[in-house]
């Protein structure tokens, strides 16, 4: 499967933004979907993840409350509603997508390329 992310951009703190992910090659109906994230100079960590039935989801704890992860099978996309942003939040997101939803452990086998969130104070 690949992936293409899109819809990230510059926002002032406070604002929102809202990235997609699309996929081509296979449904993503049978994977579990995730958002992972890296700011400069820091490692890539999990921010979101959504099982295959949407009804089981992950947040990490900085983004809980802010960020909504959705997913659309029959659009082939999954989404990030990224609200109440703050600058701490500016990173470059990658939307991955996997095999066994495992919460904050889930494992993920395909990538897409980054697309860049950056929130000014």
């Known amino acids: 499967v690949q992936l293409q992310a899109s819809g990230g951009g510059l926002v002032q703190a406070g604002g929102s933004l809202r990235p997609s992910c699309a996929a081509s090659g296979r449904t993503l109906s049978s994977y579990v979907m995730g958002w992972f994230r890296q700011a400069p100079g820091k490692e890539r960590e999990l921010v979101v993840a959504?099982?295959?039935?949407?009804?089981?989801?992950y947040y990490e704890d900085s983004v809980k409350g802010r960020f909504t992860i959705s997913r659309d099978n029959a659009k082939n996309t999954m989404h990030l509603q990224m609200n109440s942003l703050k600058p701490e939040d500016t990173a470059v997101y990658y939307c991955?997508?996997?095999?066994?939803?495992?919460?904050?452990?889930?494992?993920?086998?395909?990538w897409g390329q980054g697309t860049l969130v950056t929130v000014s104070s």
């Open positions: 959504i099982s295959v039935s949407g009804r089981s989801a």
């Open positions: 991955a997508a996997g095999g066994y939803y495992r919460g904050s452990s889930t494992s993920f086998d395909y």
